[in-house]
């Protein structure tokens, strides 16, 4: 086992539970602003919609086919048309509801906080994440993740989004570290391990839902659980 210095973790699908949270939000803005009267017939259509869209939305962000306004400005418009909606019946302050439930959702992965317990004592420990800044720092605080990392670092501050990996250079650079000391957790194939493995950094491939996936991660792990048995 190679000794590590520094733990990179994604955020969301990796320690904040991305989905409960959406969820729950989803659920709250579908019967606040009655949804089903202007259109959209049923929770089930809507939340279906949101993943189809928000999925392909997120995609085209990631290598740069979109920007993060643009993102934000067409996500409700084309889910509701998706849904069976009328997209100009989307009251004005929607996607800002949207983003300041979800960002205050406190639903973390099964073991994330104490996981981060036993890592903080034995190393350092840090965010990377395509997410935004604004929306990433108010997860982490509503979650109660917010005091264990040392830098935070977000494809909107750096100018490059994983699976680039001048991200991650980004981050080396900061810490004034090399890629043999460090190690990168995260779930998604291609942002998370096809990048790590572009800059030279170990993996770990949180793959709680047991996926296929083409690449070789260095370590896969179901549960979080399962680093103690690696660091």
């Not at 991305?18 to 602003?33: G, P, Q």
């Not at 973390?108 to 903080?120: C, D, G, M, Q, T």
Request: charged share 30%; net charge negative; with cysteine.
């Amino acid at each position: 086992m190679k000794t590590y210095q520094h733990i990179f973790f994604d955020l969301d699908h990796t320690l904040w539970d991305y989905d409960r949270n959406v969820t729950e939000s989803l659920s709250e803005l579908y019967e606040h602003y009655q949804l089903k009267a202007i259109g959209i017939e049923s929770f089930e259509k809507f939340f279906e919609s949101f993943h189809h869209v928000n999925f392909q939305l997120w995609d085209w962000y990631n290598v740069g086919k979109i920007d993060k306004d643009n993102l934000r400005k067409e996500r409700f418009p084309r889910i509701f048309s998706h849904a069976g909606g009328k997209p100009e019946a989307i009251p004005v302050e929607f996607e800002e509801d949207f983003m300041q439930r979800t960002s205050s959702k406190p639903h973390v992965f099964p073991y994330s906080k104490e996981i981060l317990h036993y890592l903080k004592g034995k190393y350092k420990i840090h965010v990377i994440t395509n997410g935004f800044n604004e929306s990433q720092a108010k997860k982490m605080k509503s979650s109660g993740l917010d005091g264990f990392f040392e830098l935070i670092v977000t494809s909107e501050t750096t100018g490059h989004k994983k699976p680039d990996p001048r991200i991650f250079q980004f981050a080396l650079d900061q810490l004034k570290t090399e890629a043999e000391h460090c190690l990168m957790i995260g779930d998604n194939p291609d942002s998370d391990i096809l990048g790590a493995q572009r800059a030279n950094i170990d993996q770990v491939f949180f793959n709680p839902e047991g996926k296929s996936i083409d690449l070789q991660p260095t370590y896969t792990i179901a549960h979080l659980r399962e680093l103690e048995d690696l660091l």
